[in-house]
Nanobody
Framework: VQLQASGGGLVQAGGSLRLSCSAS????????IGWFRQAPGKEREWVSC????????YYADSVKGRFVISRGDIRGTAYLEMKSLELEDTAVYFC??????????????????WGQGTQVTVSS
């Protein structure tokens, strides 16, 4: 399974961005896709995840109400719509995938596949 994240960029505070994740290699809908982010000097932080099979969605408290994760029509695709961006959202955003479901926060060492990351920079 290979993942590719895209859609990052420079945006002003209060603006929006949409990140995309494309995971190739899954042969069924029994998988989960998650988003993580890592700000400079900080540890990687879980942001959101979805289960492809049952459509359940989960968010970290820091982004709840501002970010929306969704699955694409094509197997292996997912999106992260980010609105009302704040300076604190500046980070490299990674998508990850694992067989099975997500039911909320899952530590990064339990995600099997990772994309390369896409930079999101929020300016004042």
């Amino acid at each position: 399974v290979q993942l590719q994240a895209s859609g990052g960029g420079l945006v002003q505070a209060g603006g929006s961005l949409r990140l995309s994740c494309s995971a190739s290699g899954f042969t069924s809908d029994y998988y989960a896709i998650g988003w993580f982010r890592q700000a400079p000097g900080k540890e990687r932080e879980w942001v959101s995840c979805l289960s492809r099979a049952d459509g359940n969605l989960y968010y970290a408290d820091s982004v709840k109400g501002r970010f929306v994760i969704s699955r694409g029509d094509i197997r292996g695709t997912a999106y992260l719509e980010m609105k009302s961006l704040e300076l604190e959202d500046t980070a490299v955003y990674f998508c990850a995938a694992r067989p099975g479901f997500c039911s909320g926060y899952i530590p990064e060492n339990r995600w099997d596949y990772w994309g390369q990351g896409t930079q999101v920079t929020v300016s004042s």
